[in-house]
C-alpha cells in the first residue's frame, strides 16, 4: 500500500510538472505578444484573456489543481473533489482528442510554443487519463458527480458564444460563428457535451469495474419479523401504549 502511494504521488507530481511548465511557457510566450492570425500584436489585456479562454488552458489548470492535490493525498475525496477531478479528467481527454482529430493538422507551433503545445495536448491527456486508470483513487464516480460536471463545458460554450458575439474572435474554428455560422457553431459545440456525457459514462463504468462494485437496485427497506403463536411478550405496555425504544 505504502509502495502503492509513493509510485501515485511520483506520478501525478511529474504530471503536475509537465503542465506547470508548458503553462508557464505559454504565459512567457503571451507576454512577448506575438503577432495574431491577423499579423496584429494585441493589447496585453485581451492576450492574456484569449489565453484563458482555450479550453485547453482551462482543462490544463483544472489538470494542474487536481495533480497537485493528489500529489500531496492521493485518497484526496469529498463531492466538490469528485466534480473537479472528473472535469479535469474529461477536460484534458476531450482537449487530447479534439486536437489530435481536429485541430493539429491546422496548427503549426515552432520553438518554445512547440514544447507547450507538446505538454498541453499530447501528454498531458493520456499521462492523466493512465494515472487514473493505474491509480484512481476509485469509488469515486455516480451519476450526479457526472451530470454536475458537465456544467463547466456548458458554462464555456456560453461564454464561448458571448465572448464572440461581443469581440468577433472565436477560440476554435469549430465555434466560430463568423466563418461558420451559429448552427453549425451551437452543433459542434453540442457534439463536445455529448463526448463529455459519454466518456463521462465510460469512465463511470470503469470505476465501478476497476473498484470490484456493480450497481445494485435499492435493498427493501427490512420489515419486522413476524409474530408466531410461541411469540409472548416479555413486558406488556403502559396505559396501552408501545414500549419505547
Given at each position: 500500500?505504502?509502495?502503492?502511494?509513493?509510485?501515485?504521488?511520483?506520478?501525478?507530481?511529474l504530471?503536475?510538472v509537465?503542465?506547470?511548465?508548458s503553462?508557464?511557457?505559454?504565459?512567457?510566450l503571451?507576454?512577448?505578444?506575438?503577432?495574431d492570425?491577423d499579423?496584429?500584436?494585441?493589447?496585453?489585456?485581451?492576450?492574456?484573456i484569449?489565453l484563458?479562454?482555450y479550453f485547453?488552458i482551462?482543462?490544463?489548470?483544472?489538470?494542474?489543481?487536481?495533480?497537485?492535490?493528489?500529489?500531496?493525498?492521493p485518497?484526496r475525496?469529498?463531492?466538490?473533489?469528485r466534480?473537479i477531478?472528473l472535469?479535469?479528467?474529461?477536460?484534458?481527454?476531450i482537449?487530447?482528442?479534439?486536437?489530435?482529430?481536429?485541430?493539429?493538422?491546422t496548427?503549426?507551433?515552432?520553438?518554445?510554443?512547440?514544447?507547450?503545445?507538446?505538454?498541453?495536448?499530447?501528454?498531458?491527456?493520456?499521462w492523466?487519463l493512465?494515472?487514473?486508470?493505474?491509480?484512481?483513487?476509485?469509488?469515486?464516480?455516480?451519476t450526479?458527480?457526472i451530470?454536475?460536471?458537465?456544467?463547466?463545458?456548458?458554462?464555456?460554450?456560453?461564454?464561448?458564444?458571448?465572448?464572440?458575439?461581443?469581440?468577433?474572435?472565436?477560440?476554435?474554428?469549430?465555434a466560430?460563428?463568423?466563418?461558420?455560422?451559429?448552427?453549425?457553431?451551437?452543433?459542434?459545440?453540442?457534439?463536445?457535451?455529448?463526448?463529455?456525457?459519454?466518456?463521462?459514462t465510460?469512465?463511470?463504468?470503469?470505476?465501478?469495474?476497476?473498484?470490484?462494485r456493480?450497481a445494485?437496485?435499492?435493498?427493501p427497506?427490512?420489515?419486522?419479523?413476524?409474530?408466531?403463536?410461541?411469540?409472548?411478550?416479555?413486558?406488556?405496555?403502559?396505559?396501552g401504549?408501545?414500549?419505547?425504544?
Amino acid at each position: 500500500m505504502n509502495g502503492s502511494r509513493v509510485c501515485a504521488r511520483l506520478w501525478h507530481g511529474l504530471l503536475a510538472v509537465v503542465v506547470l511548465g508548458s503553462l508557464m511557457t505559454q504565459l512567457v510566450l503571451t507576454t512577448q505578444g506575438a503577432p495574431d492570425a491577423d499579423g496584429l500584436v494585441q493589447p496585453a489585456v485581451t492576450r492574456f484573456i484569449r489565453l484563458f479562454s482555450y479550453f485547453t488552458i482551462q482543462s490544463n489548470i483544472l489538470l494542474l489543481i487536481v495533480s497537485t492535490t493528489l500529489t500531496l493525498n492521493p485518497d484526496r475525496d469529498g463531492r466538490l473533489w469528485r466534480v473537479i477531478r472528473l472535469n479535469a479528467i474529461l477536460g484534458i481527454i476531450i482537449t487530447g482528442l479534439v486536437y489530435a482529430t481536429v485541430l493539429a493538422g491546422t496548427a503549426h507551433p515552432t520553438g518554445a510554443g512547440w514544447w507547450s503545445n507538446l505538454g498541453f495536448h499530447y501528454i498531458a491527456p493520456w499521462w492523466a487519463l493512465l494515472g487514473w486508470l493505474l491509480f484512481g483513487p476509485r469509488s469515486r464516480l455516480d451519476t450526479r458527480t457526472i451530470f454536475l460536471a458537465a456544467a463547466w463545458p456548458v458554462l464555456w460554450i456560453g461564454y464561448t458564444f458571448a465572448h464572440g458575439a461581443a469581440t468577433d474572435w472565436y477560440p476554435y474554428p469549430f465555434a466560430d460563428v463568423t466563418e461558420i455560422g451559429y448552427g453549425a457553431a451551437a452543433r459542434n459545440m453540442t457534439f463536445v457535451v455529448m463526448i463529455a456525457l459519454l466518456f463521462g459514462t465510460l469512465l463511470w463504468g470503469l470505476d465501478r469495474r476497476l473498484s470490484g462494485r456493480r450497481a445494485v437496485p435499492s435493498a427493501p427497506a427490512p420489515r419486522s419479523p413476524e409474530r408466531t403463536s410461541q411469540d409472548v411478550d416479555v413486558a406488556p405496555s403502559r396505559s396501552g401504549a408501545e414500549p419505547q425504544q
